[in-house]
Nanobody
Framework: QVQLVESGGGLVQPGGSLRLSCAAS??????????LVWYRQVPGKQRELVAS???????NYVESAKGRFTISRDNAKNTLYLQMNSLKREDTAVYYC?????????WGKGTLVTVSS
């Protein structure tokens, strides 16, 4: 059974920073061979891809996150990160991590990020 557990969400003021983590576990789960993705979703809207990182470390970001967010992975710790700086009110959403490859497509339950003064 594969589990992805997000953490690090919370309430932050505009301009502030948060670091999200996604810890993966599972007896047959080989973290390093999965492409990892952060998505976010606002109630009533479609889930949006925020950032992704391949097995080789190639990253990709939604335009609104470029220059502010950094995705990274630590294969030794089976953990995915999203460093979010200069947060804006429009970054408020539930953030989900996703691991995908030919073996499967796994999701966490999400962590809420609220950007508000």
């Amino acid at each position: 059974q594969v589990q992805l557990v997000e953490s690090g969400g919370g309430l932050v003021q505009p301009g502030g920073s948060l670091r999200l983590s996604c810890a993966a576990s599972g007896s047959m789960f080989i973290f390093s061979i999965y492409t990892l993705v952060w998505y976010r979703q606002v109630p009533g809207k479609q889930r949006e891809l925020v950032a992704s990182i391949t097995t080789g470390g190639i990253t990709n970001y939604v335009e609104s996150a470029k220059g502010r967010f950094t995705i990274s992975r630590d294969n030794a710790k089976n953990t995915l990160y999203l460093q979010m700086n200069s947060l804006k009110r429009e970054d408020t959403a539930v953030y989900y991590c996703n691991a995908k490859n030919y073996r499967g497509d796994y999701w966490g339950k999400g962590t809420l990020v609220t950007v508000s003064s």
